[in-house]
T-cell receptor, first 114, second 115 residues
Framework: DQQVKQNSPSLSVQEGRISILNCDYTNSMFDYFLWYKKYPAEGPTFLISISSIKDKNEDGRFTVFLNKSAKHLSLHIVPSQPGDSAVYFCAASGSGAGSYQLTFGKGTKLSVIP | GAVVSQHPSRVICKSGTSVKIECRSLDFQATTMFWYRQFPKQSLMLMATSNEGSKATYEQGVEKDKFLINHASLTLSTLTVTSAHPEDSSFYIC???????????FGPGTRLLVL
């Protein structure tokens, strides 16, 4: 049973517009959420994270929103650039000492069209 | 900061041989390192969690005698695939976590092809 779900395997967005990537989770023990960007044959690159005590975190063009009641988070990229084209993974970890293991979604492939 | 390297980036080996993959945190001390495996068009699957100076904790279904993990120092963890078989061919990625932090930083990955 998937605890972290990214229901859209792919997304295409015009350059300059907003990209919205969604992620849902089922485990109520998750309290830390991260977004990673990944190019083929490379390791994931950390983008942005959010703790469950917040509902929004912003870093430059990237903003992550967390809706705990809906167990839903989203990553907004604005404005989208062609270099943003990659696979984006949502990941979650639980609370408690040593609970740093990440559970990943299956990823969403973002294509930004020039 | 938070740079993690892996070596080698690509390796081809014959069936039955062993392959060692190194994971290093270059600018921070990593008390915990993780090893993942990624199959084509699939997500990252955690194989094991490695804490410096202690035995690794393996996920269910991962053979600890086949995938030997050593975390001898705060900056180095190694994964040895023993008696490799073609089905072990995959993309192996390590990550490292700063002491006191919750964010994992990933290495660039190692592509293993077993012939």
């Amino acid at each position: 049973d998937q605890q972290v779900k990214q229901n859209s395997p792919s997304l295409s967005v015009q350059e300059g517009r907003i990209s919205i990537l969604n992620c849902d989770y089922t485990n109520s023990m998750f309290d830390y959420f991260l977004w990673y960007k990944k190019y083929p044959a490379e390791g994931p690159t950390f983008l942005i994270s959010i703790s469950s005590i917040k509902d929004k975190n912003e870093d430059g063009r990237f903003t992550v929103f967390l809706n705990k009641s809906a167990k839903h988070l989203s990553l907004h990229i604005v404005p989208s650039q062609p270099g943003d084209s990659a696979v984006y993974f949502c990941a979650a970890s639980g609370s408690g000492a040593g609970s740093y293991q990440l559970t990943f979604g299956k990823g969403t492939k973002l294509s930004v069209i020039p | 900061g938070a740079v993690v390297s892996q070596h080698p980036s690509r390796v081809i080996c014959k069936s039955g041989t062993s392959v060692k993959i190194e994971c290093r945190s270059l600018d921070f001390q990593a008390t915990t390192m993780f090893w993942y495996r990624q199959f084509p068009k699939q997500s990252l699957m955690l194989m094991a969690t490695s804490n410096e100076g202690s035995k690794a904790t393996y996920e269910q279904g991962v053979e600890k005698d086949k995938f030997l993990i050593n975390h001898a120092s705060l900056t180095l963890s190694t994964l040895t695939v023993t008696s490799a078989h073609p089905e072990d061919s995959s993309f192996y990625i390590c990550s490292a976590m700063n002491r006191g932090r919750e964010t994992q930083y990933f290495g660039p990955g190692t592509r293993l092809l077993v012939l």
